[in-house]
């Protein structure tokens, strides 16, 4: 679940970046945003890409049906009706799920920015989203899953053989 440099250029979708291969795996993206017309974009584009999608057009839905044990990242929006993007990575935090998170807005203002970001947002990007942008930044987002997967993974087998320690070991 990482990128990985390569000599070539590559296209995905009818994006081309210089020198980068996805390597999506089995990531998801879940992606929340009230607009259909933006999610049914980033559904195609993120699809192309290899990448499985999962949309949502609210916090609220999202929140429901989000499977933490699935890799990949959000894409969320911060001026959703209802619960907004803010509210929901606090659900998340609160709810003890590290999931790499990258605000999407057209209304981008300083001090959402800041707050998004020192609560553990990965990135924030404003609308109109640049393609090749919002696919580096998933990439991106998708990797620091995967570490963070794979460091809870080891630190679980550490205590566990730890636990199974006798007194004289």
Partial sequence: LTCAKQHAWRTIGHVQLEGQRMDTGKATIFVVDDEECVRASLRRLLAVSGFDVRTFESGHHFLLEHDPER???VLLDLALPGLNGLQVQDALRDAGIERPIIFLTGQADVPSSVRALKRGAVDFI???IEDADL????CAAVALDAEARERRRLI???QERMQ???QRE
């Avoid at 696919?135 to 998933?138: E, F, G, S, T, W």
């Fill in 71 to 73: 890799p990949g990242c």
């Fill in 126 to 128: 404003s609308k109109p």
């Fill in 135 to 138: 696919l580096a930044a998933v």
């Fill in 156 to 158: 679980a087998q550490i």
């Fill in 164 to 166: 199974r320690l006798t």
